[in-house]
Structures are given as C-alpha cells and as structure tokens.
C-alpha cells in the first residue's frame, strides 16, 4: 500500500459516521459491548478448567506464570491498538501482516486465524454439550447441533444481537470469578465454610514452598497459560464494527493489565489460599473443586453453569470473526470472491455460514471418533492462536520503523517502551513454543503447523500463479 493510499484510507476512516463503515459493515458495537468483548476475551475454560491441569503441574508459582505471561499479553495488546489507531480495519492483524510484512503474510495470517476460530468453536460446542449432560441426559451431539444453530443464527441476524450475546456471556464469568473471590475472603477473614480451619495465605508457601515442582515445572505450564488468553486479541477484529473505535479501542485494551490482575492472579491467589494446591487435579475445575473443599456444593452447578456460558461465548465469537476474517480475505483476492457479499444488515452471510458448516462436521466428527484423532485436530489452536500475536508485533515493529522515518503517519496510540516490550514479547511467545516442543502432550500441534504452512504456501503460490498481476500478491 502507498502512502497516497494510506492517507486516503484514513479520510475514509474518519469520514464514517455511526452508520456503515468504510468495508461495509455496521457500525453496531458500542462502548459497553467492546469493553465486555475485551474482558470476556481474556475468560474462558482456559481459567475454569485448564488451570486445574497448571496448578497439578507448578503449585502456587502458576500465579506468577499468569502475572509475567499477562505483562506479555499487554505489550501485545498495545501493539495491536498502535496498529488499530493507525488505521482501525475488521481484518485488523491480516491487514497488517499484509500491509507491512507483505501479501503472503496476510495470507497466512487471514486464512491462519479462520481456522483457528474454526477449530477453537468445535471444540467449545462440544465442550458445551458435554456440560449440558450435566442436568440432562441428552445426546451430546444434540445439543452440539442445538448450540451451533442458535449462534449461528445470532450472528446472521445483526452484529449489535453477536455484541448483546457476548456482552452477558461475559458479566455471567465476570460475576462468577468476583464472587468466587468475595467468598474466599470471606473464608480467610470471618472463617465460615468447611475449609475455614485450613484456609491460609501460608498455604501459597507451606506445601513443598512457592515453586513445589521447580522452576521447570512452572515453565512447562506456560503453554497452558498462553492458550487461556488466546481471543483476548478479538477486540482488534471489531474494530470495523465499532461505532467509535478511535475512542473505545484504547479503552478496552488499557483494561487489559486490571482484568488480568482481578481475574487471573486475584482468582488464583484466593483459591490456592483457602485450599492447598496439591488438592486440585488435572481435568477438574478448580473452581469446581473448590466449592467441594468448602462444602458449597451449589457452587459445582453454578460454576458448571459459568463454564457452559464461557464455551459458548468463545463459540459465539468464532462464528463473528470466522465470517469477517473470510472476507477480508475475498477483499484482497485471496479468498473466493463469493466470501465478499454482505447482507441488508452488513453481515458477511456466506463467509459466516461456510464456517459454521465446517463447524458442524468437527461436531460429527467428535460423535465419530471421539478419541484421539480428534484430539490431534485441538492441539493446533493453540500455535495458531499464537502465529496471530507474533504477526501482530512484526507488523507493529515494522509499522514504528516506518513512522519513525516519517513514511506513515504516527499512531495516536503509541506501544509504550516499544521496540522493546515488542521484541521481549516475541521472545518470550519463542520460548512459549519451545516448551511445547519438550512437551509431549502439547508436541502434536508443532506437527500440525509445518503440514498446514505447506497447504497455505501451495495455495498461495497456484493462486498466484493464475493471476500474477493481482496486487493482492505484489509487494506494495
């Protein structure tokens, strides 16, 4: 893109009203659906569940995992919203892999990103029916079905019903995590509840000290930690759908440091201090385990309800970006041209509907084989999840350089410490993905990668090759 270009898109940009926006979208999201987007994006079964597995593995150092890998998270984010300020798009970090690092990176990153959210919604629909099984004795893949259905149909009816569903979907973690951590005080402070004689803040210290499994074994739970903020960077793709992005955007991503605090290290800290850490198990909800230890046991329902809700949030939110993130993609000639059309309301419809089918045959898949060939399948959420953050940092790297130099116009939301939080946070996403590399549970997913690059680099090199004039696969 040229500079006459850019300075053409940003008029756009600022041209808009609350209508539609410069790609055709509605602009639908207001101030408090993107500030419960943001929060809910950094809450899902990542916490209620994963964590579980993470403190079998690192003890009460998991907290500080979680207060290091959330810093890296902000630098991440305020990478993102130099970027969003720069120039505030739906294809969001596709469209500046593709702008700054070149068309084959957008591609990547675009097609990337879809099948993560693709992945990432099959898993969760099915998670949420097995929570379901909960109350009812239904078939799994029922509700799978029912689920899937009624996001789908949330999503085609207009973005402002996708931000309503999303914003509750996020008060009902956000209130379960407050009151989990009012009732732990309460246990600390006036000792009611069965584990009020054993509830102690000596208790993150007491069994085995801080670091009971060694400072390797709080190493090797960063991955889990990494995939329990994978959607935080969702905020970025509505950026296009934001009635004032240039306001509410910076907002919502300044937010990011307290949420981590309140619901991650603060959750943490209170649950590792009423029970002790060697109580909880892998493939069990702390939070569930718990209220068990407390003897509240209302609270296994509620939280198995607040589990429910954080599955379909994160589905609800694949079948949003899955859609946009096509037709960024059909936009630059990188994706079918049938991905472009929107709706009288401004709504990718094939784009959304293409997904959500595929989504369907994960949910058929896992009736089939619900064995480890499925399995196989979810580990790759994870490193595609994170290809999204390390586009995000080169591009904005690449972006402060040529800012810097006058070449592009400064960002009105500039990444404090940058280049330097940038570049400690492509380092520490290296050592995230060389501990699952020693890691023989989350290994798989690095296979995956390279088998999924050579797919996108055939792809993009026959595509090419039938229209070489496109500028979608020119250097700008």
Request: charged share 10%; proline share 4%.
């Amino acid at each position: 893109m040229t500079s006459a270009e850019v300075d053409k898109g940003h008029a756009g940009q600022e041209a808009e009203g609350a209508g539609n926006s410069g790609e055709g979208y509605q602009r639908g999201l207001g101030a408090r659906q993107i500030q419960m987007i943001a929060i809910g994006g950094a809450i899902g079964t990542g916490l209620f569940l994963g964590a579980g597995k993470a403190i079998d593995r690192a003890g009460p150092s998991l907290i500080l995992a979680y207060a290091i890998a959330g810093l890296v998270i902000f630098f991440i984010m305020r990478a993102l919203g130099e970027l969003l300020m720069y120039r505030p798009v739906s294809g969001s970090f596709s469209e500046y892999a593709r702008e700054f690092l070149g068309p084959f990176f957008g591609f990547v990153t675009g097609w990337t990103y879809w099948l993560f959210w693709v992945v990432t919604g099959i898993t969760e629909v099915t998670a949420a029916a097995t929570y379901m099984t909960y109350w009812w004795n239904i078939p799994q893949w029922l509700s799978a079905l029912v689920f899937t259905f009624i996001l789908y149909g949330a999503n085609l009816i207009s973005v402002k019903l996708f931000g309503e569903l999303e914003f509750w979907f996020s008060m009902v973690k956000v209130t379960a995590i407050i009151g989990m951590i009012l009732i732990c005080a309460g246990v600390l402070t006036i000792g009611f509840s069965d584990a009020a004689d054993t509830a102690t803040v000596a208790n993150l210290w007491n069994d085995g000290g801080f670091f009971p499994q060694g400072i390797t074994g709080t190493l090797m739970t960063l991955q889990i930690v990494m995939f329990a903020f994978l959607a935080v960077e969702l905020v970025g793709v509505t950026a296009g759908e934001s009635k004032d992005p240039r306001t509410v955007l910076p907002k919502a991503i300044n937010t990011v440091p307290w949420r981590i605090a309140v619901f991650y290290v603060g959750a943490l800290i209170m649950i590792l201090s009423v029970v002790p850490w060697s109580t909880f198990k892998p493939g069990v909800s702390p939070f569930v385990k718990a209220f068990e230890e407390m003897g509240l046991s209302v609270g296994a329902a509620i939280v198995n309800f607040v589990v429910l809700t954080a599955a379909l949030s994160s589905c609800n939110s694949g079948m949003y970006s899955t859609g946009r993130m096509l037709r960024d993609l059909a936009l630059n000639g990188q994706g079918p041209r049938a991905f472009t059309k929107l709706t009288k309301n401004g709504l990718p419809f094939i784009g959304t509907t293409f997904s959500a089918a595929l989504m369907l045959v994960g949910v058929w898949i896992n009736y089939q084989w619900p064995g480890q060939a499925f399995n196989y399948v979810v580990s790759f959420a994870t490193i595609s999840g994170m290809w999204a953050w390390i586009m995000i940092l080169f591009s904005q790297l690449r972006f402060r350089f040529l800012a810097d130099r006058g070449v592009l116009p400064q960002s009105t939301f500039r990444a404090p410490g940058s280049p330097y939080t940038s570049v400690f946070a492509l380092a520490f996403i290296g050592m995230v993905i060389v501990m699952m590399a020693i890691d023989k549970e989350a290994r798989i997913s690095l296979y995956c990668a390279p088998v999924w690059a050579l797919v996108l680099g055939v792809s993009y090199l026959m595509l090419k090759a039938r229209n070489p004039e496109n500028t979608a696969f020119t250097k700008k």
